[in-house]
């Protein structure tokens, strides 16, 4: 019997103390993409982006033109050259869509380095805004909930106002 009071004492003093522990941990949620677009730099960023997409998407073209004549060019002229001509041509012109399209990939890898650049410091920004906010309001955790960013449900505070607030967007 002394036995059984004991585990019962300690049942009750585990659930009490399981209760307490959840009670103290306080939950919120943000969605942080909505956080990141509201940003002021973001738009920055979004316009540098686009101005060096624009001149890569104008070299493109450009050599692209160039190869185009050059095709139009060599077709045309192709009856009135010599065989071993026509096949430095063709070599020439092979040559010049390998470029186009290495250049295409580099311009894509470039891009994609310079938007994860211009992205660091934004998203780092955010997280010291949430982490002051989270703090402050005494929170221990703070879920994402961007869609797809795997919570599954956000019933605590949204803190997304808060750190507007606190960033003075």
């Known amino acids: 019997m002394k036995q059984f009071k004991t585990l019962l004492f300690a049942a009750a003093l585990f659930i009490g103390a ?3 522990t959840q009670a103290q941990s306080k939950v919120a949620h943000i969605n942080t993409q909505d956080l990141i677009q509201a940003m002021p730099e973001m738009a920055a960023a979004q316009a540098e982006m686009e101005k060096l997409g624009k001149t890569y998407e104008a070299d493109i073209k450009a050599m692209a033109t160039e190869y ?30 390998q470029n186009i399209q290495q250049y295409q990939g580099t311009a894509q890898q470039q891009m994609q380095e310079k938007e994860l650049a211009l992205l660091k410091p934004i998203t780092e920004k955010a997280k010291a805004a949430i982490l002051k906010v989270a703090r402050a309001q005494g929170f221990q955790y703070v879920l994402d909930s961007t869609q797809g960013g795997g919570v599954i449900m956000a019933d605590g505070k949204n803190l997304l106002d808060d750190v507007k607030k606190e960033m003075g967007i």
């Open 18 to 20: 399981t209760s307490f």
């Open 68 to 97: 185009q004549n050059k095709m139009k060019q060599y077709e045309a002229e192709a009856s009135s050259k010599t065989d071993e001509e026509n096949q430095k041509r063709l070599v020439e012109v092979q040559t010049m869509q």
